[in-house]
């Protein structure tokens, strides 16, 4: 059983923060918002818990399988695999107390992989959801051998995001070359967002928690004077005039807007855990960590609120504050479905036609892996195509040609679970 799972669990998931005792359930649905219904379609049958939502119709989302990579390679943890843009036998993984591998995916039998940067000495992992959390090479990589690195620190408790450079050969990164681009304090171990990710426009995108303990104590999430609770937009291939080291490009949405720290693009974002953009359309797709109830996929857009902490997925939150507008999720999931999302991506690979547009994201206590299509605007019904109980999915990334791979922890979140990579094959 998927609960059983998650009930046995002895430490709480990577991204979850366990509801207090005290804490109020976010009230009943009635009068949340609706997607109208597809015209001509009947409405998918809603339950007490689950509003109508009137789902698109599309082409079938196709079965599949996690076929194993790399199964004798020692893993600490992985939370990222980043492919070298132009060299299939390089994947980097990322494992969450502070180091980098590089491996060559399709090596069967390799037993250890080069450490291409190892800076535990840095990283503060004591928390569960604490550590090395994401990389990404700079949009011109490996012209320009910028690896970026977003991880949190010790005394004091803080969020760091750092360019390195990157060795010509591509197998190691200097760590004396760190150069700190900006840091965020962390008030709490828990919540500290981590998904790093370059824009078709070549700016960085950076999303940070709410700063953590439970349902955002400190209202981070519509306070435009944090970047907790946001996801933000830096130009990091020019320094400021003050001597930042990065700028804020003049079109973001906050720009000018008194109170507001002119890096938010958008708000209202609890924690995701993971981003990334489809490269064919652009969208920015997360996941939205929920609180008790609710778990959440989005289209981050410029300006945006999400509305965390005054709604949690399509439903109000008590306890919260915020002025609307908001915008709502694309698709979400209850508790009886899984803990704690984990963002994915869009499928723009060629080895399985039928998941090409496809949407996948998983949970990281269920195990479960979904897709879904975006119709005219409208998601279609989401659809299990895979369960892997007992895999804690961290990641959904991608290789040169499309085929995604996941990163997780076999077994449960221990420390002492060895962690594990997946690709993604058509069932059989
Ligand atoms: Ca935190
Ligand atoms: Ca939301």
Same mark, same amino acid.
């Given at each position: 059983m998927l609960t059983s799972i998650a009930l046995s669990l002895v430490a709480l998931p990577l991204q979850f923060a366990a509801p207090t005792a005290q804490e109020a359930k976010p009230a009943?649905?009635?009068?949340a918002p609706q997607a109208a219904p597809q015209r001509g379609k009947a409405r998918p049958r809603a339950t007490a818990q689950e509003p109508e939502r009137g789902y698109a119709e599309g082409p079938a989302i196709p079965k599949l399988r996690f076929a194993r990579i790399l199964p004798e390679l020692p893993l600490v943890r992985p939370v990222q695999t980043l492919q070298h843009p132009k060299d299939a036998t390089k994947l980097y993984i990322v494992e969450q107390p502070g180091r980098i591998l590089v491996a060559?995916?399709?090596?069967? @039998?390799?037993?250890e992989a080069p450490v291409a940067l190892d800076i535990r000495e840095r990283v503060?992992? !004591?928390?569960?959801? &604490?550590?090395l959390l994401s990389i990404a090479f700079h949009?011109?990589?490996?012209?320009?051998?910028e690896l970026y690195a977003y991880y949190t620190a010790a005394k004091p408790r803080r969020s760091v995001l750092s360019r390195f450079t990157v060795a010509e050969d591509g197998m190691t990164v200097d760590p004396a070359s760190e150069q700190v681009v900006l840091v965020q304090s962390q008030?709490?171990?828990?919540?500290?967002?981590g998904s790093v990710v370059f824009g078709p426009d070549g700016y960085l995108y950076l999303s940070f928690g709410d700063?953590?303990?439970?349902?955002d104590p400190h209202h981070?999430?519509?306070?435009?004077?944090?970047?907790?609770?946001k996801v933000i937009r830096i130009d990091v291939n020019a320094s400021a005039a @003050?001597?930042?080291?990065y700028s804020v490009p003049a079109?973001?949405?906050?720009?000018?807007?008194? !109170?507001?720290?002119? &890096?938010?693009?958008?708000?209202?974002?609890?924690?995701?855990?993971r981003m990334a953009f489809?490269?064919?359309?652009g969208d920015l797709w997360a996941g939205d960590v929920g609180q008790n109830e609710w778990e959440e996929i989005s289209l981050i857009v410029k300006?945006?609120?999400?509305?965390w902490n005054a709604r949690e997925g399509f439903h109000p939150f008590a306890g919260g504050k915020g002025e609307g507008p908001f915008i709502e999720p694309v698709v979400e999931y209850h508790h009886r479905e899984g803990m704690s999302v984990t963002g994915g991506r869009v499928y723009r690979g060629n080895a399985i036609p039928a998941l090409h547009g496809v949407y996948l994201y998983a949970d990281f206590v269920s195990g479960n892996l979904w897709g879904i299509r975006m119709v005219d605007g409208k998601p279609t019904k989401p659809f299990v195509c895979a369960r892997k109980g007992g895999l804690m999915i961290a990641s959904i990334d991608e290789l040169l040609d499309g085929t995604l791979v996941v990163s997780g922890f076999d077994?449960?979140?221990?420390?002492s679970n060895p962690g594990s990579l997946w690709v993604l094959r058509a069932a059989e």
């Open positions: 009943a649905p009635a009068g060559d995916p399709a090596k069967a @039998d390799a037993k503060n992992d !004591g928390g569960n959801e &604490e550590g949009p011109k990589f490996p012209e320009k051998r008030p709490y171990s828990n919540h500290n967002g700063g953590g303990a439970a349902n981070y999430g519509q306070d435009m004077s944090s970047w907790l609770g @003050d001597g930042t080291p079109d973001n949405p906050f720009v000018g807007k008194q !109170g507001a720290k002119p &890096e938010i693009w958008a708000l209202g974002t609890r924690n995701i855990w489809d490269p064919k359309t300006g945006g609120n999400y509305g077994g449960g979140q221990e420390r």
